[in-house]
C-alpha cells in the first residue's frame, strides 16, 4: 500500500488554517495515524486512528477521512508548528509512511 | 515516562553487519509490540519491522526483508536489530519505537527513542 502526500511543501502564516492531505493505494479503513517531525528530533505522534487525537496534542490539530482519502487540518497555525508532517498506514504489512509534507513560514 | 535508548550503530563496510539494541524503561515492555523505523539523511521515514509482545510473530520491510532480524528479550527489557549483507542504501538513523497506543486491534507507535546512526561506507 503507498500513501501519496500532498502537497510536498507548503508555506504558511502563523494563524493561517492548513489542510494536508493523505490518499492511500487501497482502502485502508481508519488504520491511520499522523506525525510531527522537527529537524533534529524523533517524530511525535499527534493522530491516530485517523482521526483520535493522541494525548497531550493541541486541539488545533484534527484529523478526519477513511478507505483512501485522510486530511490532517490545524486550525490556526502556531510558531513552534512549522516542522514537517508524516502519516503512516497500519492496515496490513509492511506499514509505509508518506513522503512527508514540510510546512514552512 | 517511556524511555527508549538507541545504541549499537556506527560506521559499517558495505556487506557488513550490526547488531542494534534498544533498552526499555519505564513500561511494561513485555505487553507491546515494539518497531523500528529508520530515516536516511535528509529524506523520509521508512518502516523497518516489528515484533510481537512475546516475540513469536515478525514482520518487515520490503528493502530489509532477508537481511534484517528484529528480536527482542522481555526478560532483560529489550529490543534488537540484527542487520546483515549491509547496503549503503541503508545508511540511516534508525529509531526505536513502542507501540503502546492501542486501539481498533492496531498498536500505534506512540514512543520513540532519540535513534542511532548507522553508516555504510565503504
Known amino acids: 500500500i503507498q500513501l501519496t502526500q500532498s502537497p510536498s511543501s507548503l508555506s504558511a502564516s502563523v494563524g493561517d488554517r492548513v489542510t494536508i492531505t493523505c490518499r492511500a493505494s487501497?482502502?485502508?479503513?481508519?488504520?491511520l495515524a499522523w506525525y510531527q517531525q522537527k529537524p533534529g528530533k524523533a517524530p511525535d505522534l499527534l493522530i491516530y486512528?485517523?482521526?483520535i487525537l493522541q494525548s497531550g496534542v493541541p486541539s488545533r490539530f484534527s484529523g478526519s477521512g477513511s478507505g483512501t482519502d485522510f486530511t490532517l487540518t490545524i486550525s490556526s497555525l502556531q510558531p513552534e508548528d512549522f516542522a514537517t508532517y508524516y502519516c503512516?498506514?497500519?492496515?496490513?504489512?509492511?506499514?509505509?509512511f508518506g513522503q512527508g509534507t514540510r510546512l514552512e513560514i | 515516562e517511556v524511555q527508549l535508548v538507541e545504541s549499537g550503530g556506527g560506521l559499517v563496510q558495505p556487506g557488513g553487519s550490526l547488531r542494534l539494541s534498544c533498552a526499555a524503561s519505564?513500561?511494561?515492555?513485555?505487553?507491546?509490540?515494539m518497531d523500528w523505523v529508520r530515516q536516511a539523511p535528509g529524506k523520509g521515514l521508512e518502516w523497518v519491522a516489528n515484533?510481537?509482545?512475546?516475540?513469536?510473530?515478525?514482520y518487515y520491510g520490503d528493502s530489509v526483508m532477508g537481511r534484517f532480524t528484529v528480536s527482542r528479550d522481555n526478560a532483560k527489557n529489550s529490543l534488537y536489530l540484527q542487520m546483515n549483507s549491509l547496503r549503503v542504501e541503508d545508511t540511516a538513523v534508525y529509531y526505536c519505537?513502542?507501540?503502546?497506543?492501542?486501539?481498533?486491534?492496531?498498536?500505534?507507535?506512540?514512543?520513540w527513542g532519540q535513534g542511532t546512526l548507522v553508516t555504510v561506507s565503504s
Open positions: 519505537v513502542a507501540a503502546i497506543t492501542f486501539t481498533g486491534r492496531r498498536a500505534y507507535l506512540d514512543s
Open positions: 519505564g513500561f511494561i515492555f513485555s505487553n507491546y509490540w
Open positions: 515484533i510481537r509482545p512475546d516475540g513469536s510473530d515478525k
Open positions: 487501497q482502502g485502508i479503513s481508519s488504520y
Open positions: 486512528a485517523a482521526s
Open positions: 503512516q498506514h497500519l492496515d496490513s504489512y509492511p506499514f509505509t
